[in-house]
């Protein structure tokens, strides 16, 4: 990928040394980062990717996650740290990183978790001048990566537009879950993994709430999922998925419209272990 621009933020000289060496001989672009830029500053330096050691951040590392994935949402994010918690990465990859890789590693492996991230981004991009998807009384937006009712938003993080708008795409066919799942996190699901399941579920109870008597998604058992709207009261659907010329936005606002909230309720407490990782 000779339009990679990626910014490292880390601390680890002989690391960094390593996979900046390596970043140059594939051609790509990199901005070394010794402190949290401001956020505007970094918007600026139209970085497409980010490596990140959280230990590097302290008690902030959380609060400069949430920042930076909101104001950039293409944005692609490896975090790359020493020894974490199961809690950590869970919040972590719920606040909106793409991948998650527990040092010590070899860079060769982290520039190519970048590359799967980038390529899943391209893709989402790519889409957007498309126009929107309608389909019921669903609008599926991908330039506010975000789905409307009427004018209500269906209020969906980043990763769960993502998984509705795959679905949404596929216009009736049957996705198995390990294609979601690699078309969403960028790499090949690992056995046990109940991600989409869980992402799919969180999609589907917001749908809900929004469009209450619409149905979109259906469960094949064993398989994955279909996207299919249908009235509840078993009437057909009409009409069907179409694209629609693009109306003007209302409020510029709007484009940052997808919270980064992916848990229901807080985030899980850290334990001790977690703590220490991000001490000051």
């Known amino acids: 990928m000779s339009d990679m621009r990626l910014a490292i933020l880390d601390s680890d000289s002989g690391f960094v040394r390593v996979l900046v060496k390596r970043a140059s001989d594939l051609g790509w672009q990199y901005r070394r980062l010794e402190a949290p830029p401001r956020?505007?500053?970094?918007?600026?330096?139209?970085?497409?990717?980010?490596?990140?050691?959280?230990?590097?951040?302290?008690?902030?590392?959380?609060?400069?996650?949430?920042?930076?994935?909101?104001?950039?949402?293409?944005?692609?994010?490896?975090?790359?740290?020493?020894?974490?918690?199961?809690?950590?990465?869970?919040?972590?990859?719920?606040?909106?990183?793409?991948?998650?890789?527990?040092?010590?590693?070899?860079?060769?492996?982290?520039?190519?978790?970048?590359?799967?991230?980038?390529?899943?981004?391209?893709?989402?991009?790519?889409?957007?001048?498309?126009?929107?998807?309608?389909?019921g009384e669903l609008e599926v937006r991908a330039d506010q990566f975000q789905a409307f009712v009427r004018t209500t938003s269906v209020d969906l993080t980043r990763r769960e537009f993502e998984v509705l708008q795959l679905l949404a795409q596929a216009k009736g066919k049957v996705l198995q879950r390990e294609e979601i799942y690699q078309a969403v996190w960028g790499y090949t699901m690992a056995h046990g993994d109940r991600s989409v399941d869980v992402f799919v579920r969180k999609v589907r109870q917001k749908l809900e709430k929004t469009s209450p008597d619409w149905n979109y998604i259906h469960t094949h058992f064993g398989v994955g999922y279909r996207f299919d709207p249908e009235r509840r009261d078993g009437a057909a659907a009409e009409p069907p998925i179409a694209a629609v010329a693009e109306p003007p936005l209302e409020d510029a606002?709007?484009?940052?419209?997808?919270?980064?909230?992916?848990?229901?309720?807080?985030?899980?407490?850290?334990?001790?272990?977690?703590?220490?990782?991000l001490a000051p």
């Open 253 to 277: 606002a709007d484009l940052n419209a997808a919270r980064i909230e992916d848990v229901e309720g807080e985030p899980p407490a850290l334990d001790d272990e977690a703590a220490t990782l």
């Open 39 to 135: 956020t505007e500053d970094f918007v600026a330096m139209r970085v497409n990717a980010l490596v990140v050691d959280l230990a590097l951040l302290g008690p902030g590392a959380w609060e400069f996650l949430e920042r930076v994935t909101v104001a950039l949402p293409g944005l692609g994010v490896v975090i790359c740290t020493g020894r974490s918690s199961v809690a950590q990465r869970v919040r972590g990859l719920r606040l909106g990183a793409d991948d998650w890789v527990t040092k010590p590693c070899h860079p060769e492996e982290v520039l190519a978790r970048v590359e799967a991230v980038v390529r899943r981004r391209k893709r989402a991009s790519a889409r957007v001048d498309t126009g929107p998807l309608v389909a």
